[in-house]
């Protein structure tokens, strides 16, 4: 048994507000479509970010609408599971990979979690949010023990695990159940290949660059997807890579030689057959940045799709180079930082409510907060809650550390 597994292809991601950006990231999909059929695959998982949203444009659902059926063409199913950016939270609705049933794709969801591939038994579960991590972890468990009763077995999901993410993660490593074969994972855009329980615990990594934290990565790994073979005792991991339409060009050059060093970028990408993206440091600037990013411009502009610099300042009196732009707490940062002190589950709540209300998904928002009091909250007796409201009367109210909020004022 031999199956193709990737993930955050992110269709439809027009990245810096390029229309050829978004046109990258649907030519890289139609090369994955077209080396997985050459791999001879029996079938496909994509573990979730299949869109950049969960309303997708048409030439999104067209592009991938396409590569099913060419999938579908050469007798390759495809299993699939909504992931942060194409789940729908809100109750009775539906991801749009549930367009494309009746095309042939079978969508693992929350109503029909599991598949059976000849004797290969494939469970999963579509993006949860960290505030649902109590349910998360119960579906999890009985995944688990479904899995017990087969010799071969996938788990599919879309989930940030602390191991390998730093930041914002849904679930610890000790969380995930042992007993499966292969964890088909997404959501984090890096390549990762790692021993779990009795198989292998894979990434695949996004199939275009996202972000530009992703180059490292990109470099090291390159961009594509994974190819599984479970016919031996061992599950067996081979890495496919897939070249991306346009290269992401990072320089660092020293103002007193600007002049040698755009020459010599120059040089580099004047035959690409796609303008590049120039990500550039310049250091030990002494004049006006505006000037010199003119003076770039009138140089590599005609051969670079987009040219993002970053000045350091020579600071003559401290002999040391200034950034001119420093790096800043986001939203996300600043709350934690605000909430310090009033636990992980009210830290993970605010920042989830935050990127929910940013985008005015009022309603996705409010079912956050009914789970998180239903998780937290819903079981209290009111004895206990009049007792609490008894002994606040009599104690003195303790102040709240300087700087910090509470956690009424969050969601006011």
Sequence with gaps: MKFAHLADTHLGYRQYGLFEREKDFYEVFEKVIDKIIEENVDFVIHSGDLFETARPSPLA??????????????????????????VVM??????????????????????????????????????FPASHGKLLK???????????????????LHQGIDKYF??????????????????????????VNDKFGKGRLVYP??????????????????????VVEMDGPKTLVKRVKIDIPREFIKRTLDYNKLESGIAGIKETIKDFDKKPILNLTINNVDSDTSRVYELIKEELGELALMIR?????????????????????????LLKIQLKGYGSNVDVLSTELYDLLSKDKL?????????????????????????TEKVEEETPKEEKPEGQVTFKEVLE
Excluded: C
């Design 309 to 333: 610099p970053t000045f350091n300042m020579y600071d003559e009196d401290e002999s040391v180079m200034m950034p001119e732009v420093t790096s800043k707490l986001g939203p996300e940062e």
């Design 61 to 86: 659902l067209l592009t991938f609408q396409k590569g099913l059926l060419k999938l579908k063409g050469a007798g390759i199913p495809m299993y699939a599971i909504a992931g942060n950016h194409d």
């Design 205 to 226: 990594g996004s199939s275009e660059i996202w972000k530009t934290s992703e180059i490292p990565d990109y470099l090291e790994n390159g961009k594509g997807f994974v």
């Design 166 to 191: 730093s930041f914002n993660y849904e679930l610890e490593i000790g969380d995930i159940p042992d007993n499966f074969d292969y964890y088909a994972m997404g959501h984090i855009h890096k390549y």
């Design 363 to 387: 309603e996705e928002a409010k079912e956050i907060i009914d789970q998180f009091y239903n998780d937290h909250y819903a079981n209290i007796n009111e004895d206990v809650e009049f007792k």
């Design 90 to 127: 809100r109750k009775g609705s539906i991801p749009p990979q549930v367009i494309f049933k009746k095309s042939g794709l079978k969508v693992i969801s929350n109503i029909n979690p599991t598949y059976m591939h000849g004797d290969v038994f494939i469970a999963g579960l579509p993006f």
């Design 138 to 156: 119960s579906k999890l468990a009985d995944l688990s023990d479904k899995a017990s009763h087969h010799e071969k077995s996938i788990l599919v």
